[in-house]
């Protein structure tokens, strides 16, 4: 072979070999302090989470047992709070978020009150796939696109307010739903875990 050819199919090899990344971005009313427990502290916290699909939204149901996977495993494993009680708000393809009062209602309910309530909204949490350029480049990976609340289990108020889009992949990268529920649980730590 000549050393034009294998340096042209090197230049190629290289070129369809995908190289993944992870990006986090974050908006909103951040909380004044870190909403995860600090070292020494034992919180408790009740996460009411739910869906807001898109009308077109695919795998609804493989998408939702993803996401209460990866809220179960996050709250297992991130040492974020030392007890965690896990409950799905009411509404179908479009949870239905809480009213103040609904918080405090679903704190009262828990007997020992919690010491932060979050409220997850799951609007994107899927493969995705991008054409890069006019050669059918492309790109892909997955991504988890939340609404994260913290709320004041006493009052139900706010107390912080985010947006959050986490995305995992790069050019020439091709991911299905088999890494979903450990999606949704990178997200989270990378929103809440201190």
């Given amino acids: ?80 709070f030392e007890a965690v009680t896990i409950l799905r708000l009411e509404g179908g393809r479009v949870a239905e978020i809480p009213t103040d009062e609904q918080v405090r209602a679903f704190a009262a309910a828990e007997g020992k009150m919690p010491d932060r309530v979050l409220v997850i909204t799951v609007h994107e949490l899927g493969p995705v796939i991008q054409i890069l350029g006019p050669v059918a480049a492309f790109g892909g990976g997955t991504e988890v696109v939340l609404g994260l609340q913290a709320r004041d289990p006493r009052s139900g108020k706010p107390i912080a307010r985010l947006r959050t889009h986490w995305h995992n992949g790069g050019s020439f990268v091709l991911k299905g739903t088999k890494t979903l529920a450990q999606d949704m649980r990178s997200a989270l730590v990378a929103a809440l875990a201190p």
Avoid: Y
């Fill in 1 to 80: 072979m000549k050393p034009t050819a294998v340096a042209t199919a090197l230049c190629i090899a290289t070129s369809l070999v995908g190289c993944a990344s992870t990006k986090f971005e974050t908006a909103g009313d951040a909380p004044a302090q870190s909403l995860c427990q600090s070292k020494g502290e034992s919180l408790s916290s009740l996460v009411l989470w739910g869906p807001v699909w898109r009308p077109n939204q695919k795998d609804v149901p493989l998408r939702e047992e993803a996401a209460l996977r990866g809220i179960e495993d996050f709250a297992a494993h991130a040492r974020c």
